[in-house]
């Protein structure tokens, strides 16, 4: 069979393949989007309703950087394609002990010009009167941060892709075999992909494809999303009553009740290691109660609310939670972009453009994201 050959084949259509699909078809690229199932699927870690834009990432500079650059980059897409996929519900970081992050976040938040206001802790209890705040000193709220509604924002940035001329292929990619510089790809039924370079874009998959040198390096972690009723005519847990919400010390985030689905709640901490192929998407009976105590105590008033849906995911960590894009140390013309471990989704546009870039060989490599950096065990320092 003749293979096809384009310019650039990115595998896996989560939001880092999606935009990096874009970025090197609006750099005049012939692309061709391989996805083993579709665009952010319910297994895929895109695959979630929503997901949390925000900019504050303490003295992580590059990341507030990235955040305040992939929300215009988000809104420019949603703007020309008539789609309303991201929610201005303000984020409020509440931070209980020591300051020190809250102090870096403001210091880079102010760098970039984002607009956010802080809250001394009576302050938020007259807000917020919702909220049990104990154990929080502060809250910074980022006045113009919010939530990307995620599988939907992924499906259109495909759409606008396929728009500027990337082919989609529904197939599955088998792993490489060694070389220097690889020609074409193969499906799982024997098809061949031909295409000046590769950038492997699989997320919690990564390890599969190339299990010797990311194996022991991305780390799938099983994380369980739960969304709990408000009561009927009960506005105070929607927006702009509540903003999305991360209670620092407790590592635990959630969201206002959006296109009524309810008070989201969710873990930070990673759960147990998980195959993101095979993992069961049913919520634990003991995440469920964890989840119930948790809603119980921080919002008094949804004591007894049940729990109205649920979803089961998974992080795909790096060992620090620093993305990995670099290319493969043998073959010349294969990339991987992937390692969100937790917070990538918000980055996508300026995921798939540093990527698209450094594809081309226009971009200045950023140290963090190399694969170098990437140990086999795991020591979580970015969140
Ligand atoms: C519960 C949860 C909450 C989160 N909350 C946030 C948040 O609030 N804010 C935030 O910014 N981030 C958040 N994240 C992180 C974010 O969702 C991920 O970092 C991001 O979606 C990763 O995208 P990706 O494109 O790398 O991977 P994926 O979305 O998993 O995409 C990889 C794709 O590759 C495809 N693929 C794999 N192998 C092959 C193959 N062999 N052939 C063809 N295709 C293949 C897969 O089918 C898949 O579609 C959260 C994650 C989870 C799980």
Redesign the pocket.
């Known amino acids: 069979m003749t293979a096809r050959t384009y310019d650039v084949a990115v595998?896996?259509?989560?939001?880092?393949?999606a935009w990096t699909a874009l970025h090197l078809a609006k750099r005049k690229q012939q692309v061709v989007l391989?996805?083993?199932?579709g665009p952010?699927?319910s297994r895929?870690?895109?695959?979630?309703e929503s997901?949390?834009?925000r900019m504050s990432y303490g003295a992580d500079e590059i990341y507030t950087r990235w955040s305040h650059n992939s929300l215009s980059q988000w809104k420019e897409l949603f703007a020309t394609t008539g789609e309303k996929l991201f929610h201005q519900t303000g984020v409020l970081w509440l931070s209980g002990g020591t300051d020190s992050t809250l102090k870096e976040s403001i210091a880079n938040l102010h760098r970039y010009g984002v607009n956010h206001k802080l809250f001394q802790r009576e302050e938020l209890q007259r807000f917020y009167p919702q909220v049990n705040f104990d154990g929080v000193s502060r809250g910074l709220l980022e006045t113009e941060s919010g939530v990307l509604l995620?599988r939907r924002a992924v499906a259109c940035a495909v759409d606008f892709s396929l728009r500027q001329g990337v082919q989609l292929q529904i197939a599955?990619?088998a792993p490489l075999l060694g070389g220097k510089k690889l020609e074409s790809i193969e499906t799982a039924g024997g098809e061949p992909i031909s295409a000046g370079n590769f950038v492997f874009?699989?997320?919690?998959?990564l390890g599969k494809?190339f299990p010797g040198i990311l194996g022991p390096r991305i780390f799938p972690t099983r994380?369980e999303?739960f969304f709990f009723a408000t009561p009927p005519g009960d506005t105070r847990f929607a927006p702009p009553a509540l903003p999305t919400w991360l209670f620092q010390a407790d590592e635990v985030y959630g969201m206002p009740d959006l296109e009524s689905r309810g008070l989201k709640v969710?873990r930070d901490t990673h759960g147990e290691p998980v195959d993101p192929g095979t993992q069961s998407r049913l919520a634990s009976v003991e995440g469920a109660a964890w989840a119930s105590n948790f809603v119980a105590r921080r919002f008094p008033a949804l004591k007894d609310a049940p729990i109205v849906e649920t979803r089961v995911?998974?992080?795909?960590n790096t060992s620090n939670g620093d993305f990995l894009i670099d290319r493969h140390p043998e073959f010349s013309n294969v990339w991987f972009a992937?390692g969100?471990?937790?917070?990538?989704?918000?980055?996508g546009p300026a995921v798939g453009e540093y990527t698209a870039a450094m594809v081309l060989g226009e971009g200045t490599a950023e140290p963090r994201f190399s694969l170098a950096t990437k140990a086999t065990h795991q020591k979580r320092t970015v969140h």
Do not use: D, N
């Open positions: 595998i896996g259509a989560g939001v880092f393949g391989v996805e083993a199932y952010a699927h895929a870690s895109s695959g979630g997901r949390i834009i995620a599955q990619i874009a699989c997320g919690p998959w494809l994380q999303v969710a995911c998974q992080y795909e992937g969100g471990s937790g917070h990538g989704f918000k980055h």
